[in-house]
């Protein structure tokens, strides 16, 4: 399935809103320039994120890189959302290594076919 990015901003902004997290806030979490989060969300297509920086967004939010590329949560109500939210929160994200990498391959695999 190809992920785009477009799906991935709606999203990050979904999560953030539940969060009550700004873009700064989102920014600092996610270990990121607020410039770079700014741009990423206002500008569109435009600036895009590299697959660090979106596995970082993830992590930065709570949830899974699946779950920030899932086209079944664009335009979908909030209590999906929520329950993603309880399922992932940034206390309990610890990716070790070799999935941190695997979810990179993965990305970088994705995005090439956007």
Known sequence: M???QATARENARRFATLRGLT???LAERAG???SAVYNWQKRGSA????PKALVAVAEALGVTT???FSPD????GEALAQNASRAHTPA????????????LREI???LAGI
């Open 73 to 76: 949560l664009a335009g979908q």
């Open 92 to 103: 309990n994200v610890t990716a070790d290594e070799d999935t941190r990498r695997s979810t």
């Open 32 to 34: 990121l320039s607020a």
């Open 108 to 110: 970088d695999y994705l």
């Open 23 to 25: 873009l700064k806030d």
């Open 47 to 50: 600036t895009e994120l590299g």
């Open 2 to 4: 190809p992920i785009d």
């Open 66 to 68: 699946e779950a920030l």
